[in-house]
């Protein structure tokens, strides 16, 4: 009640004054009190006490008429609770000149840290839905999977750092919380920091910039540090020495780092060596896309965890229908369980046809088989005249075959229309070039990563 | 407002407040300057919003008024002029400054936009009159252990506390201690006044100044010295129970001579910048002889020798620097040292009889 005549008395003042004087004056400021005696504002401190008090006080009293409160008078107070939650945060241990010899222990460490509230782990960033249970898993992703769990058991130990990489919505996240939300179950106590690169970055610069302190101790006093999204660090020099330098006393400390990205290490681009070779060296696992029956499996566990039990036909039209990412196949289920719940029918078949064919059917409208080409043909840098061409160069071979696989994978023409579209007179050269790429996306990392940044290209 | 004022007098005031008007600050207004009349007086102040200054000095005021002015250009014009007689004058929310054949005229605002410099409860009971030269040594003694971490911003200050009639200064970072006695107190005081304002008192002591008056309420701190009014916030927060980690007695103890001991740590010191200011001191107690022992792994190693009166054998590892800064604040020509073992805290005070002074270092790892 008080705070929201104060948040409108607030809201009125603000429009009257400049936003710096705002911020000033009215940043932590609060209605703590009102009778008939009069009423009490908390202000943060003395300075703003007295300009309260001199400069703002008849216009808050009119404002307060307009709401129907007319206080015999206005009394200020400087209180700054508002600010407690902000002292009683994690103390931070002061850098000490060495790294190796560090003092035996804080003066402070049993006096003031015990009147402190108990500093719960720092649990920074973690969403504890995140968990291995359920998490699903399958061919694609088994070996990410297996190894999180090691880590989990015993962080520090093996596979550090461990480094996950794979296209969206495939689970990166996913697991990298569950490592941290399993180590946190087993130890309470253990510090885990969880951020994305981007603002390990833009503390960095804050740091630089206001010469804030403490930025190299909050990533160093942790026990267990998860980075992600690290492809974002590409190009950013400072960053990646401060990172370096963070990464290596965590290392040499036995502390786990888990890192993930969209890029195996060495394909991201301006990543200097000796980043790349200190993530190349605990364990880097591509996490793939995940499989028919995997996404079957999702979506079952989905539909389930929503309290609607979908029929085998429609889990498989959706798996079928939805290759590329499991973000997306969660949106398209939702789409069906709320469209359906929407209009009392049943979430089947017929209902996902009728609403996601437009999903299906969105795509190929916008792609042609020239843009496949040309795109394959640029990707390898060639000419599109190249590809159609009869030379058997291994240099064009590949990436004809590749264009091929993928005018059938995007647009499914059939093997006939794909050899005229490459200028082939026979359509088994076309069977053969999709069935050999088609094995070579399993085993071949490089065929596959081509196969892959080509297709992103051409939704982009 | 217009008025006339030395250069000098006008000078010291702009160079003293000016510092604290900063730049750097959301509100445009405090980069500003105060200049108001006040009686016969002229008001020059700023403030940051943690801590205000002002100044009164004397001047021939022939219209009252007030304005503010950017801070900057007016302390480095006014610091430029010959030492004659400057002509302030208020026309359209501009300043002219006019002063022999200078003259100059500075865009102002309307003093109505500065903010409202905090006034005191004059009848608080908490105040002291304290000699310049004392004040001077306590602060100057406990404000090397601050703390500059604003994460823990109790440690960023030094507790004014009252102890058994006594006012004490104290301060930590969290690797050290200071304690200072200052004066005899009827009131109860606790509160932490931050090392920034106390670094500005410091800078506002002049050689005329021969007494501060201190005057505290609940939330803030007036220092008043001549015609400089300092007023500042105070830290909010309670500051760790310091007295129980003061050792009580000590195993070994080492009383010897002030200036040896500082250069036996300054030359130890030069080959304890590798690894981290770490050097060793080893008390023997038949030989009589303190010994500092420091490695520098690429150039060499030092150990120096003094004669030291000793109570028992011991070793101790700490920073050289932490160990200076400590023997640079205490007074008196012989100083004793006390350790417990290799991980207790140590404890470093004058041996007059009435020290009003210790400083406590924790060692390093070793």
Redesign the interface.
Known sequence: MLHSLWQSVLGEIELSVSH??F??WFKNTELISQNDAGIVISVP???A???F???FNDQIKTILAKNGINPKQINYI?S?TG?HTR?N??????P?????????????SN??RS?SAPTPAVTGGLNPRYTFDNFIVGSSNDLAYTASRAVAASPGVKYNPIYLYGGVGLGKTHLMQAIGNEIIKNDPKTRIVYISIETFVNEFLDHIRFK???FSDKYRNVDVLIVDDMQFIAGKEKTQEEFFHTFNHLHQNNKQIIISSDKPPKSIPTLTERLRSRFEMGMAIDIQMPDFETRCAILNIKASLSGVTLKQDTIEYLATNIKTNIRELEGALNQLLAYAEMRGIEPDISTAEGLLGNIRHSRPQHISSKQIIDRTAKHFQLDANEICSEKRDKYIVVPRQIAMYLLRSELHLSFPKIAIELGRKDHTTAIHSVEKIEKAIKLDFLIREQVASIREKLYA | MELIVTQEKLNRALSAVSRIASIKT???ILSNILLRTDGTRLLVAA?N??I?ITQYIGAKIIKPGSITIPARLMSEFISSLPKESVELKVVNDNLHIKSGSYNSIINGFIADEF?????INESSSIQYSIKVEDFKQAVSQTIITA????????LTGVYWNSHQGQLYLAA??????SERRLVETKSEVSAIIPTQTLQEVLRNITEESDQIDILFD???VRFRINDTEI?S?LI???F???R??VPSASETVITINKADFVRITKIAGLFARE????ITLTADKKKKTLSVHSIASQMGENTSETDAEITNDGQI?L?Y?YLSEALSVTDGDIVEFGFNG??A?CILKSTKTNTDYYH?I?????
């Not at chain 1, 945060?89 to 002061?94: F, G, K, L, N, Y």
């Not at chain 2, 903010?115 to 006034?119: A, I, N, Q, S, V």
């Not at chain 2, 703390?147 to 109790?154: E, I, Q």
């Open positions: 710096a004087t911020t000033t401190n003395i300075f006490k007295k300009q008090e001199v400069k400087v700054t600010k002292l945060r994690e103390t931070t241990v002061e000490t000149a060495s790294s190796s010899l560090s003092p035996a222990d804080d003066l402070l006096s003031s009147q804030k302190k403490g | 959301q509100l445009p403030t919003l943690e205000a903010p409202e410099l905090p006034t703390s500059n971490d604003s994460a823990r911003p109790v930590t970072d969290g690797y050290r201690l609940e939330t803030q007023i916030r909010d927060g309670n760790p129970d310091y129980q980690l690894s981290g200011g770490s590892t920073n620097r290799k991980i805290p406590i924790m060692p390093l790892k070793s």
